[in-house]
């Protein structure tokens, strides 16, 4: 009883510890100069913009299993889906594209829309007898039509500029309007999944977002006039300067002079933290936001589904529509994070999504902060992407040291030149030691 009390009492004191030893970390990554730290501002403010775009995903994930118990492993796929939003929204219109096929793509998607919302009209209004046919008739003709309307206008569009551009383009709106944009593509998106999707078991749903996810990044590297595919889109608009423009600019010259700082490094610190005070305004709305909704009747609601869903349910919970609810809210962060990164860099690169990062490793820094408690989730992402990032560099070191009284040949290559790839190792022990020692997490929920 005495050991429960006491780390009841120290649990208030476990966020505020976790967030010392962050600060600890950034800034002898930014001051020291050695084998284990870079020394460099730019380094660690670039480290810790990454960390905090981590962080809105670990949110994401959060809402989804800590207030809901609905494992998603689709997160990769919805994280894709916001990328895609700084693209049609914020670059510039691609001159030629709308005349090329432009009305006619739209035209096909609405046509597919209507086709599956009829199918689904035809299924509950006709005889069971005739349900599957009927329902197969609407589709099989839908599906002609928009492969009719479809394939010319995708061709056009490819066809037009295709060194240059190649794609539909978009609207030149300003690219902070993206990033909520981004949240609702992903909303729809996870609405879509979630109607077919949450009826399933808990297993079941696992693999079908695994495979929905799989599907959106495939979509995304495929449709060149979406977002030019595997040919990658750069110059997004970003909501800071690009550090040429600032070293371009006489008043930003100026102000460096009395810095004691060359040009290109103060431009990157600047840029980087600029996204920085950004970032952390996002995350510390939505930790504010989230902390609402899990201390409301509807958060008592969703940790009451999740622990035991049979007894909601038979207190009059719609068990199955509140599930689509903390899905959609989950994927809609989830996706804000996506539009985010893409306009951190500038560039969507659609191959660059990663299942290994931008799935497994978001799940493991929610279990390592703290599912259930936002502010485990957020710390614990922070934490994980710093170490993620420096065991490639820590790595060879600690090689090096090991290998040091060993013979030159065959094993020693081998074993150095396999240490950058050390992380893996290095996310499943920390993973395996958390899971042991703290199974709730570093910062678990109360």
Not at 412 to 432: N, Q, T, Y
Request: proline share 5%; charged share 10%.
């Amino acid at each position: 009883m005495s050991g429960s009390r006491q780390s009841a009492a120290a649990n208030p004191w476990r966020a505020p510890a976790l967030l010392a030893v962050l600060v600890v970390l950034f800034v002898l990554e930014g001051s020291l100069s050695n084998a284990l730290f870079s020394g460099s501002w730019n380094s660690a403010l670039g480290i810790l913009n990454m960390g905090l775009l981590s962080a809105i995903m670990a949110l994401g994930v959060n809402i989804t299993w800590g207030y809901g118990g609905l494992f998603n492993a689709g997160v990769v796929g919805f994280l894709a889906l916001g990328g895609l939003a700084p693209v049609l929204i914020s670059t510039a219109p691609v001159p030629g594209a709308w005349d090329a096929g432009g009305v006619r793509v739209v035209l096909a998607l609405v046509v597919g829309l209507l086709t599956l919302v009829l199918a689904t009209i035809v299924a509950r209004r006709v005889p069971r007898a005739w349900k599957f046919w009927a329902a197969f008739a609407v589709v099989g003709v839908g599906f002609v039509i928009y492969r009719f309307l479809f394939d010319p206008a995708v061709i056009a569009i490819e066809a037009n500029n295709p060194a240059k551009a190649g794609n539909i383009g978009g609207l030149g709106w300003p690219v902070l309007l993206s990033w909520p944009v981004g949240g609702l593509l992903a909303a729809a998106a996870a609405w879509g999944v979630g109607k077919v999707a949450l009826g399933l078991r808990s297993d079941y749903l696992a693999i079908a977002t695994l495979g929905i996810g799989e599907i959106i990044v495939a979509v995304m590297r495929n449709e060149g006039w979406l977002a030019r595919g595997v040919l990658n889109m750069s110059g997004i608009p970003r909501p800071v300067p690009y550090e040429l423009e600032l070293q371009a600019d006489p008043a930003f010259q100026a102000r460096v002079a009395g810095w004691g700082m060359d040009l290109a490094t103060a431009s990157g610190i600047w840029v980087k933290l600029s996204y920085a005070a950004l970032f952390i305004v996002i995350v510390l709305a939505l930790i504010a936001l989230s902390e609402l909704a899990q201390r409301s009747p509807w958060g008592r609601m969703m940790r009451a589904i999740r622990d035991n869903e049979v007894a909601a349910e038979a207190m009059g919970k719609n068990v199955t529509r509140r599930h689509l609810q903390v899905f959609v809210i989950g994927a809609a962060v989830i996706g804000l994070a996506g539009a985010m990164m893409v306009t951190l860099d500038g560039l969507l690169n659609p191959a660059g999504y990663n299942p290994l990062r931008y799935t497994f490793l978001v799940w493991v820094m929610v279990i390592v902060g703290g599912s259930g408690n936002n502010w485990g989730a957020v710390l614990g992402a922070v934490l994980i992407w710093y170490l993620w990032i420096k065991a490639e560099i820590w790595g060879p070191a600690m090689m090096a040291v090991i290998t040091a009284p060993m013979e030159a040949g065959a094993l020693k290559s081998h074993l150095m030149g396999s240490a950058p790839h050390m992380r893996f190792i290095a996310m499943g022990l920390v993973l395996l030691l958390v899971l042991r020692f703290a199974p709730r997490g570093l910062v678990p929920e109360k």
